[in-house]
């Protein structure tokens, strides 16, 4: 069964530290993954995107993605009270048959403390 | 503003009741998607279309009834519907190909009595 890891948190750090949130992923056949950030009552936001491995850095968001070791990460620079959020992990697998599917972790909540 | 809308953004209804969410896309999309969310359990797909048919039904109750006219509407029929049903539905649209991600709109909180 194909599945999406990410510890749950909290993850507590504080104002102007790097925030590191780690997904891991159960199957080989993907081909691409996201990050989204999700406010308390609010749906999810695309944040990041990431489809070949090594790192891509968007403003003060970075994505590493490791296949081989079925692992995707986003780091947080100068991190912001404003970022506190859950983060969600999801990766497109291909199933047996039929096309992609997003499968999504349970995310990480992240509070930045001021 | 997202470019997903969906209505209502709460819904309180009975077992008994029939209700419908809507969800419509302005991206120029051409899947859409119908998700649950429960608390502390992830993002759970259940029904997906990708040019207007249905691709994807991941065992949902036929309690849920989709509906997609066209490719910028997705219609979520609900009736008879249980307790544990009460969730966020959140409604979602991609340019279909595999690749590429999902922008959500901000969902129904809907609560069942």
């Known amino acids: 069964q194909k599945e999406v890891e990410q510890n749950s948190g909290p993850l507590s750090v504080p104002e102007g530290a790097i925030a590191s949130l780690n997904c891991t992923y159960s199957?080989?056949?993907?081909?691409?993954f996201f990050w989204y950030r999700q406010y308390s009552g609010k749906s999810p936001e695309l944040i990041m995107s990431?489809?070949?491995?090594g790192d891509k850095e968007d403003g003060r968001f970075t994505a590493q993605l490791n296949k081989a070791s079925q692992y995707v990460s986003l780091l947080i620079r100068d991190s912001q009270p404003s970022d506190s959020a859950t983060y969600l992990c999801?990766?497109?697998?291909?199933?047996?048959?039929?096309?992609?599917?997003?499968?999504f972790g349970k995310g990480t909540k992240l509070s930045v403390i001021p | 503003e997202t470019g997903v809308t969906q209505t209502p953004r709460h819904l309180v209804m009975g077992m008994t009741n029939k209700k419908s969410l809507k969800c419509e896309q302005h991206?120029?999309?051409?899947?859409m998607y119908w998700y649950k969310q429960s608390a502390k359990k992830p993002l759970e797909l259940m029904f997906v279309?990708?040019?207007?048919?249905?691709?994807e039904n991941n065992s949902v109750p036929s309690r849920f009834s989709p509906e997609c006219p066209n490719s910028s509407h997705l219609f979520l029929h609900l009736h008879t519907l249980q307790p544990e049903d009460s969730a966020l539905y959140l409604c979602?649209?991609?340019?279909?190909?595999?690749?590429?991600?999902?922008?959500f709109g901000d969902g129904t909180r809907l609560s069942i009595l």
């Open positions: 990431i489809y070949s491995n």
């Open positions: 999801a990766v497109n697998f291909l199933p047996g048959a039929g096309s992609y599917q997003l499968t």
């Open positions: 979602a649209s991609s340019q279909d190909g595999g690749n590429q991600p999902q922008h």
């Open positions: 991206l120029g999309h051409n899947a």
């Open positions: 279309y990708s040019l207007e048919e249905r691709v």
């Open positions: 199957d080989r056949v993907s081909q691409s």
